[in-house]
């Protein structure tokens, strides 16, 4: 059984930084792409960040490009969201999600329960 | 970007009606490269098709959908009382492109 699940959320101020994790299992994690994607409340789905399965392509949207950081460590089945610079327009529940293929930007097919980031003073 | 408004907002129905969702990108899409996914309150979001028209792994039959260019449609011949929900297209094939739409929520009458 495949499963996300989504750490390092929390309250933090604006202008600091918050390091989110997301441990998976239940699949080859080195062979797919892995994305973030937050959920602000009440609202629909954005896309952050996404990540090929090897590292060797990352992209972000532009609302958190220069800010936030894609990475993932394969021997570890982890993926990690390094988010600096944080504002408040960033409080929102971030989910790590599997992208259906090893090069990222297909559809996601499964989704972590998310961790929420509240950025406030 | 591409932007990819979704039409109705809000659809209001009744279990056993068909419902059906619109998503009109404001280019066209590539390779048909577009999808759908339902979210229910508290809950992450689930892929129901992809490819425009694939449906994704578990997902009952009374879920179609078709579309190419910039117009997609999702259908739901009858509703159960477990679709009422949200639901949101997606485009994929690059980063540049990796965008949601608003969303429409199907509703109960």
């Known amino acids: 059984e495949v499963q996300l699940v989504e750490s390092g959320g929390g309250l933090v101020q604006p202008g600091r930084s918050l390091r989110l994790s997301c441990a998976a299992s239940g699949f080859n994690f080195n062979d797919y792409g892995m994305h973030w994607v937050r959920q602000a409340p009440g609202k629909g789905l954005e896309w952050v960040a996404g990540i090929s399965w090897n590292s060797g392509i990352k992209g972000y949207a532009v609302s958190v490009k220069g800010r936030f950081t894609i990475s993932r460590d394969n021997a570890k089945k982890s993926l990690s969201l390094q988010m600096n610079s944080l504002r408040p327009e960033d409080t929102a529940l971030y989910y790590c999600a599997k992208d259906m293929e090893y090069a990222g930007y297909a559809p996601l097919d499964y989704w972590g329960q998310g961790t929420l980031v509240t950025v406030s003073s | 970007e591409i932007v990819l408004p979704q039409s109705p907002g809000t659809l209001s129905l009744s279990p056993g009606e068909r419902a059906t969702l619109s998503c009109r990108a404001s280019q066209s899409v590539t390779s048909s490269y577009l999808a759908w996914y339902q979210q229910k309150p508290g809950q992450a979001p689930r892929l129901l098709v992809y490819?425009?028209?694939s449906r994704a792994t578990g997902i009952p039959d009374r879920f179609s959908a078709s579309g190419s260019g910039t117009d997609f449609t999702l259908t739901i011949s009858r509703l159960e009382p477990d679709d009422f929900a949200v639901y949101y297209c997606?485009?994929?094939?690059?980063?540049?492109?990796?965008?949601f739409g608003p969303g429409t929520k199907v509703e109960i009458k």
């Open positions: 997606q485009q994929y094939g690059s980063s540049s492109l990796f965008s």
């Open positions: 490819g425009a028209s």
